[in-house]
């Protein structure tokens, strides 16, 4: 009989992340020092939704209405992401305080 292992099925292993790892990773999303498929490859996170779902839940931005180009910022839009930036180690400060 033919194990799920012969068959070239892996067992998943859930991993447990903490908070600052998230934030972390969402920060070098937001900054766009990574991608959502370049952090999920150099961190070794394997579930497909994991990345957005901290994103949607830790993060700044709007993702689920984001392009997926990058277009040139005007100044008013560079003023809104550095204020994102601003609240969002604002937040950081107050959860490590909390800590």
């Known amino acids: 009989m033919k194990?799920?292992?012969?068959?070239g099925y892996t067992r998943r292993t859930q991993k447990d992340y903490s908070i600052s790892?998230?934030?972390?990773?969402?920060e070098e999303i937001e900054q766009?020092?990574?991608?959502?498929?370049?952090a999920k490859a150099k961190?070794?996170?394997?579930?497909?939704?994991t990345v957005t779902k901290w994103l949607k839940k830790y993060g700044?931005?709007?993702w689920e209405h984001r392009p997926y180009y990058a277009m040139a910022k005007t100044p008013e839009q560079k003023i809104l992401?550095?204020?994102a930036k601003v609240r969002l180690l604002e937040k950081q400060k107050a959860r490590a305080e909390h800590l």
């Open 3 to 7: 194990t799920s292992e012969n068959m």
């Open 32 to 38: 766009g020092l990574l991608t959502k498929a370049q």
């Open 43 to 49: 961190y070794g996170i394997q579930g497909d939704s």
């Open 81 to 83: 992401e550095l204020e």
């Open 21 to 26: 790892f998230k934030l972390q990773l969402v």
């Open 60 to 62: 700044n931005f709007d």
